[in-house]
């Protein structure tokens, strides 16, 4: 059972260069979502989808974009990377319902020099 | 709006003493609230949640939390420290129990020997 799986674990970039963070997960849930993680600032949406085709932004959604073409994906693009994206990237999935818990990846830690 | 403020940034104990990681919420909807814990380089894992069925929630590991609406707080407590608790812990709203998480900024507990 792999529940959520984020590729790749660590990532160094240059400035202005593009990528894709990979989400899936295999357990049919609808909501998925992106956070970034920054010292003493806990966990900030990024963006967020409530099922194929949907997606809104979050909290800070400036130089990220999104799609959901399936349940299972949820990827995160970088356009041109900056130093202040430097963060652990979570990808979470959660069931469909009142007071369910999230299921997190692993991470991303990413570095944009 | 939904906010969570975890009044301590760092906590830290000598093993085998209590733990007391405070919590306080701000939800304009009958909130779920949940505990998760990260440890060093991985990702997070639930603790306990709160869901409306008890004020006093237990979980994994011998923690436990209590729901005080009064006081609007959910403060996570163990009354024995190990030194496999050492992590950072993350107290988190989802505003009407729904999939939007609010995170705190985390509360880093050292447990000394």
């Known amino acids: 059972n792999a529940g959520v799986t984020q590729t790749p674990k660590f990532q160094v970039l240059k400035t202005g260069q593009s990528m894709t963070l990979q989400c899936a997960q295999d357990?049919?849930?609808?909501?998925m979502s992106w956070y970034r993680q920054d010292p003493g600032m806990g966990l900030r949406l990024i963006h967020y989808?409530?099922?194929?085709?949907?997606?809104d932004q979050g909290e800070v959604p400036n130089g990220y974009n999104v799609s959901r073409s399936t349940t299972e994906d949820f990827p995160l693009r970088l356009l041109s990377a900056a130093p202040s994206q430097t963060s652990v990237y979570f990808c979470?999935?959660?069931?469909?319902?009142?007071?369910?818990?999230?299921?997190f990846g692993q991470g991303t830690r990413l570095t944009v020099v | 709006a939904q906010s969570v403020t975890q009044l301590d940034s760092h906590v830290s104990v000598s093993e085998g003493t209590p733990v007391l990681l405070r919590c306080n919420y701000s939800?304009?909807?009958?909130?779920?609230l949940f505990w998760y814990v990260q440890h060093p380089n991985k990702g997070l894992q639930l603790l306990l949640k709160?869901?409306?069925?008890?004020?006093l929630v237990k979980g994994i590991n011998g923690f436990e939390a209590e729901f005080k609406k009064s006081e609007t707080s959910f403060h996570l407590t163990k009354p024995s420290a190990h030194m496999s608790d050492a992590a950072e812990y993350f107290c988190?709203?989802?505003?009407?129990?729904?999939?939007?998480?609010?995170f705190g900024t985390g509360t880093r507990l050292l447990v000394s020997p």
């Open positions: 989808s409530v099922g194929a085709g949907i997606t």
């Open positions: 979470a999935s959660i069931p469909t319902g009142r007071n369910t818990e999230a299921f």
């Open positions: 939800s304009s909807y009958s909130p779920s």
């Open positions: 988190v709203v989802t505003p009407g129990g729904f999939q939007k998480l609010v």
């Open positions: 357990m049919n849930h609808e909501y």
């Open positions: 709160y869901t409306s069925a008890a004020t």
